[in-house]
């Protein structure tokens, strides 16, 4: 059985969603492609605050599933911004379950990389702005 890990504090918390049956196969496992696009949102969300407007994600340098995720886990994604270059910004998601089976625990399921590009109104890359 994993080790309950305890949530990380909010700072980060990007998404927080509950899969449902749709999003499983017979055996009440998420399909990994919906964690990935759960992913990709929640990191999505951080860069385009970041970007302040419109970005795309241009990659996905890392995925590691590191535990299964099922129908009525809590799941929590919570990312930050780890690199910005002139018209890319690079994100770290990490995503934990909260199970409520016979006791309550805490899993991390994934950690991720990806890298989105801030684009303007005809799709171009366009530069980050410099924080405020």
Request: with cysteine; glycine share 6%; aromatic share 6%.
């Amino acid at each position: 059985m994993p080790e309950d890990i305890g949530l990380p504090d909010d700072r980060h918390l990007a998404i927080r969603v509950m899969p449902g049956p749709a999003d499983s196969n017979a055996e009440g496992d998420i399909f990994g492609g919906w964690i990935m696009s759960q992913v990709d949102i929640a990191g999505s969300i951080v860069a385009r605050r970041r970007a302040q407007g419109r970005i795309v994600t241009v990659a996905v340098n890392s995925f590691q599933f590191k535990q299964p995720a099922f129908v009525g886990d809590l799941i929590s994604c919570y990312a930050e911004v780890t690199r910005i270059g002139t018209t890319s910004i690079t994100v770290r998601v990490q995503a934990f379950a909260e199970r409520y089976r016979k006791h309550h625990e805490v899993v991390r399921l994934t950690e991720a990389e990806l890298t989105y590009v801030a684009i303007d109104d005809q799709r171009r890359p366009r530069p980050v702005p410099a924080e405020e």
